[in-house]
């Protein structure tokens, strides 16, 4: 899906090296942002279990930045509107940033989630900042994950709310970090493949698309962050495996 750069456009974002000295971060810096599209998600809606979102890769500079609700600074870690609430900060946590801890999920009957580690600030004997280290994957919105700290007298507790999230039938929320701006029909280009399709009707009604383009009248786009995804007639739906691209520089 990747374009090349031309080498003519490479050399124009740099800057003058008689003033600044050329790196690597600033070659990667055009590179990331220079007409290829960029994976940013990876999922399955499963429609007929309850319509879950499974999450098995998104990419966090396009999802929801850690502290915001959107464009608002200031929520805290055991925010209901954070991809990771703490719903516990613990108790005995050891002062300091902590090295890469594991995360349990307390789920494993309804979700398969698993691989996160995440690293802890703890101030007083509680979480009060972290970092993810290794993301993990196949987690579902309200899976409970329990962060296993060293000689803690109580381990950190944690929802997992998603990056992307049911919003009522075939439509999904999709949060978004202010650094990147919103999701649109414009810039960003979204995938599915069904499970299985048993019937010419399941043809008559599958889509998947961010956000609503105007389908008389001059093009509008409307419903920014907004996942519209179906596959399968009336009542009975396909499992979806989606996936979703930006396109840079739009």
């Known amino acids: 899906m990747a374009s090349q750069l031309p080498k003519r456009d490479l050399l124009s974002q740099l800057a003058d090296n008689n003033t600044k ?30 319509r879950q979102v499974i999450e098995y890769y998104f990419n ?39 090295n890469a801890l594991p995360v349990s999920n307390d789920n494993t009957n309804t979700s398969g989630g698993k691989g996160l580690k995440i690293k802890v600030l703890g101030v007083n004997g509680v979480v009060t900042d972290y970092e993810i280290v290794t993301q993990g994957g196949g987690y579902r919105p309200d899976d409970q994950l329990t962060v296993q700290v060293n000689t803690a007298t109580t381990n950190p507790t944690i929802t997992y709310r998603g990056a992307i ?15 990147n701006l919103v999701h649109t029909g414009i810039n960003s280009m979204a995938q599915m493949t069904p499970y299985s399709l048993t019937s010419d009707n399941d043809l008559e009604d599958m889509y ?5 383009l105007n389908q008389t ?20 739906r396909a499992q979806i495996n989606v996936t979703i691209w930006r396109i840079n520089a739009t």
């Open 21 to 50: 000295q050329i790196g690597a971060s600033d070659v990667s810096d055009i590179v990331a942002t220079m007409y290829q599209p960029t994976l940013i998600y990876h999922g399955t809606l499963d429609n007929d279990a309850g």
């Open 60 to 98: 966090p500079d396009y999802f929801q930045k850690k502290g915001y609700w959107g464009y608002t600074a200031g929520y805290g870690l055991t925010s209901s509107t954070q991809i990771y609430q703490f719903t516990s900060l613990g108790s005995g946590i050891p002062d300091g940033w902590s």
């Open 165 to 179: 999230r049911y919003n009522s039938t075939d439509v999904y929320d999709m949060t978004f970090n202010p650094d």
């Open 208 to 212: 998947c698309r961010v956000g609503t």
């Open 217 to 236: 009248g001059p093009p509008d786009y409307t419903d920014e962050n907004r996942l519209r995804c179906r596959a399968g007639y009336n009542q009975s």
